[in-house]
């Protein structure tokens, strides 16, 4: 089987950085990951990359964002794939930084480069919604999108990342859940077993549950008889 990912940005350095161009970021970390090469096609970059029996072509238009359809479009027609076969990755202003979902089809709630794509493949396609929060008020939302991200986010960032190129191969063989559960352990602090720290491998103690009685040698006589006539 053959599907598309299609990130979504900007061309250029100037533009490299920038929350809007995280689309780029993850399939740039994808490709790395695979080894995969770019070249230039379909007025845009191309990569290939394959999981399993899977095939995923990874596309990052050069058209600017708002025509981010043309090339989208024109990839999917060329390689004979429906809109059901296309995801694409998208930075997403009302999901916190570092988190993120997995949508299909819907509107675009303003977004131009999905503004573009509904226009030239309808609204039949899959979402990696990818956090970066938002500025707060409308009006700021176009030059918070186009600023880079702070260097307070940088770790935030890279494992985010991380996390979407080891969920690949599971995005790919339509595993959804094992997808966002590979970004998990990537972005969601461990939190500690137990509540005592550096004591080697000195077993965690806890409280007997009912279904875990206490051993016999802990019990007083009466309580030994007890459990006798239970």
Same mark, same amino acid.
């Given at each position: 089987?053959? +599907? /598309?990912?299609?990130?979504?940005? *900007?061309?250029?350095?100037?533009?490299?950085? *920038?929350?809007? *161009?995280?689309?780029?970021?993850?399939?740039?970390?994808?490709?790395?990951?695979?080894?995969?090469?770019?070249? &230039?096609?379909? +007025?845009?970059?191309?990569?290939?990359?394959?999981?399993? &029996?899977?095939?995923?072509?990874?596309?990052?238009?050069?058209? !600017?964002?708002?025509?981010?359809? +043309?090339?989208?479009?024109?990839?999917?027609?060329?390689?004979?794939?429906?809109?059901?076969?296309?995801?694409?990755?998208?930075?997403?202003?009302?999901?916190?930084?570092?988190?993120?979902? /997995?949508?299909?089809?819907?509107?675009?709630?303003?977004?131009?480069?999905?503004?573009?794509?509904?226009?030239?493949?309808? $609204?039949?396609?899959?979402?990696?919604r990818i956090g970066i929060g938002h500025p707060g008020h409308k009006d700021?939302?176009?030059?918070?999108?186009?600023?880079?991200?702070?260097?307070?986010?940088?770790?935030?960032?890279?494992?985010?990342?991380?996390?979407?190129?080891?969920?690949?191969?599971?995005?790919?063989?339509?595993?959804?859940?094992? !997808?966002?559960?590979?970004?998990?352990?990537?972005?969601?602090? +461990?939190?500690?077993?137990?509540?005592?720290?550096?004591?080697?491998?000195?077993?965690?103690?806890?409280?007997? &549950?009912?279904?875990?009685?206490?051993?016999? $040698?802990?019990? &007083?006589?009466?309580?030994? /008889?007890?459990?006798?006539?239970?």
């Amino acid at each position: 089987m053959t +599907q /598309l990912w299609a990130g979504l940005g *900007n061309p250029g350095a100037k533009y490299a950085g *920038n929350r809007h *161009n995280v689309g780029f970021m993850a399939l740039d970390r994808i490709a790395a990951d695979q080894g995969a090469v770019w070249r &230039s096609k379909f +007025q845009g970059e191309i990569a290939e990359v394959r999981f399993g &029996s899977e095939k995923v072509w990874l596309l990052k238009p050069g058209t !600017f964002m708002n025509l981010s359809g +043309q090339s989208v479009g024109e990839a999917m027609r060329f390689h004979k794939l429906d809109p059901a076969d296309v995801t694409v990755f998208h930075d997403e202003l009302d999901l916190a930084p570092g988190k993120l979902r /997995l949508k299909q089809g819907g509107g675009h709630a303003g977004h131009n480069g999905l503004r573009s794509i509904h226009q030239h493949i309808g $609204a039949d396609y899959a979402r990696v919604r990818i956090g970066i929060g938002h500025p707060g008020h409308k009006d700021r939302v176009s030059g918070y999108v186009l600023s880079d991200f702070a260097k307070a986010e940088d770790e935030m960032l890279d494992d985010l990342l991380r996390g979407i190129a080891d969920g690949a191969p599971k995005l790919a063989a339509g595993d959804g859940a094992g !997808f966002s559960n590979a970004v998990a352990l990537r972005t969601t602090p +461990q939190r500690p077993s137990g509540g005592r720290a550096n004591l080697g491998d000195e077993p965690e103690r806890h409280a007997p &549950s009912e279904s875990e009685p206490e051993p016999e $040698a802990q019990l &007083s006589p009466l309580q030994k /008889l007890a459990r006798k006539f239970r």
